[in-house]
């Protein structure tokens, strides 16, 4: 530790200077002695009192018993079954059992054997005084969990500036990079400063090093191969990267023509030979991949779209890469989806895997538990909630609706039942499930503005938040937010396991009552479309008989009609016949 610490202020900052001069001593007060007091006190003459200029030690010796001991083991499985009998056959054993307890010597071996036993079993129940049974139990000792503030680093610029993404050194914990730009629309001035910062944890009044891009940063992040390489996402869409050796300007900066066209929101190293490769998305809908010894285009490209006939992307906002699967990776969008996405597909429609959707508002924080992969985190609009790959429908752990909406969230890299969240209220949640599932473990008031960024160190002791003000404060967890308990990895995979197998029985339960309300509407339906048919069927059968009886109606007044034409034709036919005297030819029936 450094005994001479300089602090580098202006001469204004101090106040008046002062002037010493040299002058003669001088008596303010003089307190003369109570005589009434001196009465109390006894006076001893001689007084001898010896005096060492050594510690005073003492010595003491006492002769025990020596007692040896030694450790061993047994292992004690079942056996020694005779070769006729089957030991899986329970009624043979049982026969076996009653046999040989009804013998002599079987009687007076047990005897024997049970002072033995019993010394053996107060051996077992000794204890030992000096050993520690739960070294590696952190609630078992008085501490309870608690974090406490090591510095804070404050944006120096007059106009402040929202600390938008915190990176750690990849080496040691002694320095960190926080990138700061304005994301309220329209309030960038034009006098306002683009500079980021790398601090020194032990420094806050200065920082070590100077980033300056050509527009705000957004998003950064150390090479974790390379501790001199920063990359960055600036404000205008144009990726570029830093070497630390080389000067504070970019090293170099992808055209605007190849960039995103809106913000870079993150960026992320994949793993590669190399370690230049690195992958970044912006709410213009793409996620780009870029090699940094080339950054004149991207390598690749992933237009961000749910179903190839629909043409509108989805923003991304944050990327989860895990090196343990270099295809996979995966994307939180400001629709509140969290997306599942496959580099190597196939075809260009297979890129998107999976979407989880179940977030009301945009997702701010998406990443895998270190230990179990297949489990991730996200955080958005008022929860944070656990997802499992296997399940589409729904998350199958989550939080509490907060009266304040979450910015960010991450697992602690050390515990897999761990994981923090900030809020807009000022405060960081720590959220323990082994110790607490319904509130969080630890909540502190960091600041009174809004936190917005957040990162933990690999070894999960520190912890540094972003303010909307650009302030950025350095944590430091109790022991027993950061010490891996004993059967934390078990209980935690065989919780999420069960929670796990419980969201797919609800997902089963829940297709079959879809599946039988939808049979039961296609009953419903059917029988509807049964009775409209019978109904239909009746109308044209009632139809079909008022047609025919009309016909046959019309037919019988006709024929009416034509009987009595014909007798009306027959009794003119005879009037003439009396009234004219005219013959009939019987052969043609004619008149003649």
Same mark, same amino acid.
């Given at each position: 530790?450094?005994?001479?610490?300089?602090?580098?202020?202006?001469?204004?900052?101090?106040?008046?200077?002062?002037?010493?001069?040299?002058?003669?001593?001088? +008596?303010?007060?003089?307190?003369?002695?109570?005589?009434?007091?001196?009465?109390?006190?006894?006076?001893?003459?001689?007084?001898?009192?010896?005096?060492?200029?050594?510690?005073?030690?003492?010595?003491?010796?006492?002769?025990?018993?020596?007692?040896?001991?030694?450790?061993?083991?047994?292992?004690?499985?079942?056996?020694?079954?005779?070769?006729?009998?089957?030991?899986?056959?329970?009624?043979?054993?049982?026969?076996?059992?009653?046999?040989?307890?009804?013998?002599?010597?079987?009687?007076?071996?047990? $005897? =024997?054997?049970? =002072?033995?036993?019993?010394?053996?079993?107060?051996?077992?129940?000794?204890?030992?005084?000096?050993?520690?049974?739960?070294?590696?139990?952190?609630?078992?000792?008085?501490?309870?969990?608690? &974090?406490?503030?090591?510095?804070?680093?404050?944006?120096?610029?007059?106009?402040?500036?929202?600390?938008?993404?915190?990176?750690?050194?990849? *080496?040691?914990?002694?320095?960190?990079?926080?990138?700061?730009?304005?994301?309220?629309?329209?309030?960038?001035? &034009?006098?306002?400063?683009?500079?980021?910062?790398?601090?020194?944890?032990?420094?806050?009044?200065?920082?070590?090093?100077?980033?300056?891009?050509?527009?705000?940063?957004?998003?950064?992040?150390?090479?974790?191969?390379?501790?001199?390489?920063?990359?960055?996402?600036?404000?205008?869409?144009?990726?570029?990267?830093?070497?630390?050796?080389?000067?504070?300007?970019?090293?170099?900066?992808?055209?605007?023509?190849?960039?995103?066209?809106?913000?870079?929101?993150?960026?992320?190293?994949?793993?590669?030979?190399?370690? $230049? *490769?690195?992958?970044?998305?912006?709410?213009?809908?793409?996620?780009?991949?870029?090699?940094?010894?080339? +950054?004149?285009?991207?390598?690749?490209?992933?237009?961000?779209?749910?179903?190839?006939?629909?043409?509108?992307?989805?923003?991304?906002?944050?990327?989860?890469?895990?090196?343990?699967?270099?295809?996979?990776?995966?994307?939180?969008?400001?629709?509140?989806?969290? +997306?599942?996405?496959?580099?190597?597909?196939?075809?260009?429609?297979?890129?998107?895997?999976?979407?989880?959707?179940?977030?009301?508002?945009?997702?701010?924080?998406?990443?895998?538990?270190?230990?179990?992969?297949?489990?991730?985190?996200?955080?958005?609009?008022?929860? &944070?909630?656990?997802?499992?790959?296997?399940?589409?429908?729904?998350?199958?752990?989550?939080?509490?609706?907060?009266?304040?909406?979450?910015?960010?969230?991450?697992?602690?890299?050390?515990?897999?039942?761990?994981?923090?969240?900030?809020?807009?209220?000022?405060?960081?949640?720590?959220?323990?499930?082994?110790?607490?599932?319904?509130?969080?473990?630890?909540?502190?008031?960091?600041?009174?503005?809004?936190?917005?960024? +957040?990162?933990?160190?690999?070894?999960?002791?520190?912890?540094?938040?972003?303010?909307?003000?650009?302030?950025?404060?350095?944590?430091?967890?109790?022991?027993?937010?950061?010490?891996?308990?004993?059967?934390?990895?078990? &209980?935690?995979?065989?919780?999420?396991?069960?929670?796990?197998?419980?969201?797919?029985?609800?997902?089963?339960?829940?297709?079959?009552?879809?599946?039988?309300?939808?049979?039961?509407?296609?009953?419903?339906?059917?029988?509807?479309?049964?009775?409209?048919?019978?109904?239909?069927?009746?109308?044209?059968?009632?139809?079909?008989?008022?047609?025919?009886? =009309?016909?046959?109606?019309?037919?019988?007044?006709?024929?009416?009609?034509?009987?009595?034409?014909?007798?009306?034709?027959?009794?003119?036919?005879?009037?003439?016949?009396?009234?004219?005297?005219?013959?009939?030819?019987?052969?043609?029936?004619?008149?003649?």
């Amino acid at each position: 530790m450094e005994i001479v610490y300089v602090y580098t202020k202006k001469r204004s900052e101090f106040g008046r200077q002062c002037n010493f001069t040299d002058r003669q001593a001088e +008596l303010h007060v003089d307190i003369f002695p109570d005589e009434k007091l001196a009465c109390n006190y006894v006076h001893r003459n001689p007084c001898h009192v010896g005096i060492q200029c050594i510690t005073e030690m003492s010595e003491h010796e006492v002769n025990t018993k020596r007692f040896e001991s030694e450790s061993r083991g047994m292992n004690h499985v079942e056996g020694g079954w005779p070769k006729d009998i089957n030991s899986s056959d329970i009624e043979q054993t049982m026969r076996f059992r009653k046999k040989v307890e009804k013998d002599e010597q079987y009687i007076n071996t047990l $005897t =024997s054997l049970g =002072s033995i036993m019993e010394r053996c079993i107060q051996q077992n129940n000794s204890i030992n005084i000096y050993e520690e049974y739960f070294e590696n139990i952190a609630y078992a000792s008085s501490e309870e969990p608690s &974090a406490k503030t090591i510095n804070v680093f404050r944006d120096p610029n007059n106009v402040k500036r929202t600390a938008t993404s915190i990176s750690w050194y990849p *080496e040691d914990a002694h320095k960190l990079a926080v990138s700061y730009s304005v994301l309220e629309f329209q309030k960038l001035t &034009a006098n306002m400063c683009f500079d980021s910062y790398v601090w020194d944890i032990e420094n806050p009044n200065k920082p070590e090093y100077t980033l300056k891009p050509i527009s705000p940063l957004v998003c950064l992040e150390y090479n974790p191969k390379d501790p001199h390489v920063i990359i960055g996402g600036c404000y205008n869409g144009q990726l570029g990267y830093w070497d630390t050796r080389k000067g504070s300007a970019p090293f170099e900066v992808t055209p605007i023509a190849c960039s995103h066209q809106d913000p870079i929101f993150d960026v992320k190293f994949v793993q590669s030979k190399t370690g $230049t *490769e690195c992958f970044s998305t912006s709410t213009d809908g793409y996620v780009y991949w870029w090699d940094i010894r080339k +950054l004149v285009e991207p390598a690749e490209m992933l237009y961000l779209v749910k179903n190839s006939k629909e043409n509108k992307p989805m923003g991304g906002l944050v990327l989860d890469y895990e090196p343990t699967m270099p295809t996979k990776f995966m994307v939180g969008t400001e629709q509140g989806a969290a +997306l599942l996405c496959n580099r190597k597909a196939k075809s260009p429609g297979d890129n998107i895997v999976a979407s989880y959707n179940q977030h009301t508002g945009p997702i701010y924080a998406l990443q895998r538990n270190p230990f179990f992969p297949k489990y991730f985190l996200t955080a958005g609009d008022w929860t &944070a909630r656990i997802w499992s790959e296997e399940i589409r429908e729904s998350s199958i752990m989550w939080t509490k609706q907060h009266m304040s909406s979450l910015t960010d969230a991450c697992w602690s890299p050390v515990r897999p039942a761990v994981f923090f969240a900030t809020k807009m209220d000022g405060s960081l949640d720590i959220w323990d499930y082994l110790f607490k599932q319904t509130d969080p473990t630890l909540s502190i008031q960091v600041c009174e503005e809004a936190l917005y960024s +957040l990162c933990i160190h690999d070894q999960g002791r520190f912890v540094t938040v972003g303010s909307h003000e650009g302030t950025t404060t350095l944590l430091e967890l109790s022991e027993s937010l950061y010490t891996l308990l004993r059967h934390e990895k078990n &209980a935690m995979g065989a919780m999420f396991e069960r929670e796990t197998k419980r969201e797919k029985i609800l997902e089963t339960r829940h297709k079959e009552m879809r599946l039988k309300e939808r049979s039961r509407s296609q009953q419903e339906k059917e029988r509807e479309e049964s009775t409209e048919s019978k109904d239909t069927e009746d109308l044209l059968l009632r139809m079909e008989h008022d047609y025919f009886a =009309s016909i046959n109606g019309d037919i019988k007044d006709r024929e009416t009609k034509n009987a009595h034409i014909y007798q009306m034709f027959d009794e003119a036919l005879e009037t003439i016949k009396e009234d004219r005297p005219y013959c009939v030819d019987d052969k043609d029936n004619s008149f003649k």
